[in-house]
């Protein structure tokens, strides 16, 4: 059972295009977690959303936890090559041992 | 340099060698990771550690061992490999375990079992 479920997986667009992508769960999360990873490298953290309905941006990344906290959202404005990666959502399901699980991604390529 | 890394990147072996894959850190974080990464499944965890000669399992452990004698290195052995564990491997620590704590990755070893 794939607890995190990303959509979509695959997105290829023109750079300047806006994008959102989605994680979602039937199963309430203490807080969602959004990694990056580049070909050939290892995830890296970009952001952590705690609070239900909360909004966090970096840049041109805008992250939002849901207000029921079993979903998020990332919204990309104005894509450039260098967002090109593969963008991954985890979490540690409420009352859950404690380790993060992470969804099976989304493949973003932005072309110039 | 400080972080965490990962040794050999890659590795080709065949059927039922032993095959060991390393990871060091060294920022002393108390939590280690193993992960593997496969296509149509993602990251899943294979064992952690919580400090020094403590392990435990995680999603996928079957065919791996782990020890961890000191807090700095955290190493994966495939006592007998088998094709299906062709993979991607990544190590990652982190101060905690648990909603609230960043994992840093290293960068994977890719592994393939002939």
């Known amino acids: 059972t794939q607890l995190l479920e990303q959509s979509p997986q695959f997105l290829s667009i023109q750079e300047g295009e806006n994008l959102t992508v989605y994680c979602n769960s039937s199963s309430v999360f203490s807080s969602l977690q959004w990694y990056r990873q580049e070909p050939g490298e290892g995830p890296v953290l970009l952001v952590t959303?705690?609070?239900?309905?909360e909004v966090k941006k970096l840049k041109r990344l805008t992250f939002q936890f849901g207000d029921a906290r079993k979903d998020s959202s990332l919204h990309i404005t104005a894509a450039q090559p260098g967002d090109t990666g593969l963008y991954l959502c985890?979490?540690?399901?409420?009352?859950?041992?404690?380790?993060?699980?992470f969804g099976k991604g989304t493949k973003l390529s932005v072309k110039p | 340099d400080a972080g965490i890394t990962q040794s050999p990147r890659y590795k080709i072996t065949e059927t039922g060698r032993q095959v060991t894959l390393m990871c060091h850190q060294t920022?002393?974080?108390?939590?280690m990771f193993w992960y593997r990464q496969d296509l149509g499944h993602g990251l899943r965890l294979i064992y952690y550690s919580a400090a020094a000669d403590i392990t435990d399992k995680g999603e996928v452990p079957d065919g791996y061992v782990v020890s961890r004698s000191k807090t700095e290195n955290f190493p994966l052995t495939l006592e007998s490999a088998t094709r299906s564990q062709t993979s991607v491997y990544f190590c990652?620590?982190?101060?905690?375990?648990?909603?609230?704590?960043?994992?840093?990755f290293g960068p994977g070893t890719r592994l393939t079992v002939l």
């Open positions: 990652a620590s982190s101060e905690g375990r648990g909603h609230d704590n960043e994992q840093f």
């Open positions: 920022w002393s974080h108390s939590y």
């Open positions: 985890a979490g540690v399901p409420r009352g859950s041992q404690g380790n993060l699980i």
């Open positions: 959303v705690v609070t239900g309905g």
